[in-house]
């Protein structure tokens, strides 16, 4: 099994800073791509950033040049440092991974739990 641990969330302040964490874990075999998503309350969830195994990063327009998404390959870790954080950031940051699992012939995708980012003065 393949386990994720998110940290990081917690109450800022508009225009404040934050760093989430999430350190994959268990039978690994590889870790390709890796994402931060978000879901607000009353919403759809949605792609914040990803950042596959070369470096390779992507953004939602409402982040970009807010949110730096970066990985530590030895530690199996993907962080997300958010800048300028704005109310409507307010949302549960749930950590993907896509990853091989050990025994397994394909990869899949595995979530965590959630931490709960709200910035609000």
């Known amino acids: 099994q393949v386990q994720l641990v998110e940290s990081g969330g917690g109450l800022v302040q508009p225009g404040g800073s934050l760093r989430l964490s999430c350190a994959a874990s268990?039978?690994?075999?590889?870790?390709?791509?890796m994402g931060w998503f978000r879901q607000a309350p009353g919403k759809q969830r949605e792609l914040v950033a990803t950042?596959?195994?070369?470096?390779?990063?992507d953004y939602a327009d409402s982040v970009k040049g807010r949110f730096t998404i970066s990985r530590d390959n030895a530690k199996n870790t993907v962080y997300l440092q958010m800048n300028s954080l704005k109310p409507e950031d307010t949302a549960v940051y749930y950590c993907?991974?896509?990853?091989?699992?050990?025994?397994?012939?394909?990869?899949?995708?595995?979530w965590g739990k959630g931490t709960l980012v709200t910035v609000s003065s």
């Open positions: 993907n991974v896509e990853a091989l699992e050990e025994g397994s012939s394909r990869s899949r995708d595995y």
């Open positions: 268990g039978s690994i075999v590889s870790i390709y791509t």
């Open positions: 950042i596959t195994s070369s470096g390779s990063t």
